[in-house]
């Protein structure tokens, strides 16, 4: 089944303690990125990746990083989370188009952060 | 830079009631638009989607939008809500055609579809 599976779904953490919410998907796709979703703002992304080892900012990179080494895996890594990082983290991997046509998003089931 | 404005935070109906949930869109150059739908505790599922040709597009569970230029509008419709409809619903325009963002989206903020017995 083609899917993108996010680690953990739930996560309660300090500020301060780093962490990472892990990111796979089985479809091989080349481009993923990383959204947050916050009450009445929606999904604004994070970070992106367009192949293996090419990552770039995405509208509210701060306080983020990722890595892209392998095609399947897109971690998001959170150096010293602080409160304002509370939110639900979806990933999404898309194939690259062909011709005038456009592939969709696929999305995780997302990962719910609070940090303390 | 392209943006979307979805009218209406929260939008109730009744059961077998026209949805009706608006999406405007700003993009200079012609957009792929997509609806997403988010249930509960769930990611986020794709309903349908433009990119060129007929601008009425078909979704799944009974769905469509229309693309209208002149109006830069992309409003999801369906004919008679059902109670498994309640969730929430994202439009979002994807980048340019080609280059560099191309792939990344830009989703409103999201409109809430309650639907009463």
């Known amino acids: 089944e083609a899917q993108v599976t996010q680690n953990p779904r739930y996560l309660i953490t300090v500020t301060g303690k780093k962490l990472t919410v892990t990111c796979s998907q089985n479809m091989n796709h080349e481009y993923m990125s990383w959204y947050r979703q916050d009450p009445g703002l929606g999904l604004r992304q994070i970070y992106y990746s367009m192949n293996v080892e090419v990552t770039d900012k995405g509208d509210v990179p701060e306080g983020y990083k990722v890595s892209r080494k392998e095609k399947r895996n897109f971690p998001l890594i959170l150096e010293s989370p602080s409160p304002n990082q509370t939110s639900l983290y979806f990933c999404?991997?898309?194939?690259?188009?062909?011709?005038?046509?456009?592939?969709?998003?696929?999305f995780g089931q997302g990962t719910r952060l609070t940090v303390v | 830079a392209q943006s979307v404005t979805q009218l209406g935070s929260h939008v109730s109906v009744s059961e077998g009631a026209l949805v009706l949930l608006r999406c405007n869109y700003s993009s200079s150059v012609p957009p792929y638009l997509f609806w997403y739908v988010q249930y509960p505790n769930q990611g986020l599922q794709l309903l349908l989607k433009?990119?060129?040709?007929?601008?009425l597009v078909k979704g799944i569970n009974g769905f469509e939008a229309e693309f209208k230029k002149s109006e830069t509008s992309f409003h999801l419709t369906k004919p008679s809500a059902h109670m498994s409809d309640a969730a929430e619903y994202f439009c979002a325009v994807r980048g340019p055609r080609s280059g560099a963002g191309s792939y990344q989206l830009t989703f409103g903020k999201g409109t809430k579809l309650s639907v009463i017995p």
């Open positions: 433009y990119t060129t040709g007929a601008t």
């Open positions: 999404a991997s898309t194939a690259r188009g062909q011709g005038t046509g456009a592939t969709e998003a696929f």
